[in-house]
């Protein structure tokens, strides 16, 4: 085993699958969310996860790849979403994805339009340029409002986005369970034990399933080739970033573009999609792609 960590990195796919995508693990995706939307939503009893291969009504339509997609109780839907790098036009993307659960909700015959919420959220591990002259807030709810009075017209559609490197809170500076959350997902990977402050439940069931010295071996190499993904990408976007430091900031941006690019090909790959929906969502050429997964086997090998 390659890693020397004890525990996951919530960052990677795996890591973020493992603890909030699998069914026995579901109690921890319904505590965080309802710490995350106590205020609005009181408590959330139970969750259903939904397949997102079902969402759409065309092939193009199913273009749109996210993390989790699941419903509580009263029929509202929620997407939860990892997001590991910049990519241009995520908050399009975004709101692409609410459009499903929308969709989905019309009715045969003699619908009224009555539509349940839709929350979209999306976990961060970056931070928007438009947002870096605000260091300490790290929590953004959008909704459609008037811009005047800044009164909520419709509470049905909700962006929740979450900077977390914008959170730099210490164990000894948690103040609420949410907080102790967003330390969880930010460091989970650099603890050797769970610290007495999160001696709860909830949070010593995390730091089970995500101890690697209890995977199988073919869960510890599937993480790995998660991790290895996670860190050459944050390597490349490091490295585009001193090179534009250096050489401009036009540059710079081609190669954040060009990594950003080959991110979704290699998820498009996984999905099964074909290399034309993938030209399409890139803009690359076939044969471009064709040389993405060509050394996306070879290091797979």
């Given at each position: 085993m390659s890693t020397k960590e004890r525990y996951i990195n919530l960052f990677t796919d795996y890591g973020f699958k493992k603890i909030f995508g699998?069914?026995?693990?579901?109690?921890?995706?319904?505590?965080?969310?309802?710490?995350?939307?106590?205020?609005?939503q009181g408590e959330i009893r139970d969750l259903t996860y939904l397949k997102t291969e079902q969402l759409g009504d065309t092939d193009i339509d199913r273009k749109a790849i996210f993390g989790l997609y699941c419903e509580n109780e009263r029929g509202e839907k929620f997407i939860v979403e990892l997001q590991k790098s910049k990519q241009n036009f995520f908050k399009d993307r975004a709101l692409y994805y609410s459009t499903f659960p929308i969709r989905v909700q019309a009715e045969r015959g003699d619908w009224n339009f009555k539509l349940k919420a839709v929350y979209t959220v999306a976990i961060l591990d970056f931070v928007f340029d438009e947002d870096k002259d605000q260091p300490e807030k790290y929590r953004y709810d959008v909704k459609?409002?008037?811009?005047?009075?800044?009164?909520?017209?419709?509470?049905?559609?909700?962006?929740?986005?979450?900077?977390?490197?914008?959170?730099?809170?210490?164990?000894?500076?948690?103040?609420?369970?949410?907080?102790?959350?967003?330390?969880?997902?930010?460091?989970?990977?650099?603890?050797?034990?769970?610290p007495d402050t999160l001696r709860e439940q909830v949070f010593e069931q995390l730091f089970a399933t995500a101890e690697i010295a209890r995977f199988t071996l073919d869960q510890v190499r599937s993480y790995e080739k998660s991790l290895k993904y996670y860190r050459d990408m944050k390597n490349s976007l490091d490295t585009a970033f001193d090179e534009g430091k250096e050489e401009g900031k036009e540059e710079g941006r081609e190669i954040g573009k060009a990594e950003n690019q080959r991110e979704t090909v290699a998820r498009g790959l996984k999905q099964g999609l074909d290399n034309t929906i993938i030209a399409d969502l890139t803009g690359l050429s076939m044969e471009a792609i064709e040389k993405i997964a060509q050394e996306i086997h070879e290091e797979e090998q």
């Open positions: 699998e069914e026995p693990n579901k109690n921890l995706l319904l505590d965080f969310l309802n710490e995350l939307l106590k205020e609005e459609l409002s008037d811009i005047e009075t800044n009164r909520v017209f419709y509470d049905k559609l909700t962006f929740i986005y979450l900077e977390m490197p914008k959170f730099s809170k210490e164990l000894d500076e948690l103040e609420t369970r949410f907080e102790k959350w967003l330390y969880v997902i930010r460091n989970l990977n650099r603890l050797e034990r769970i």
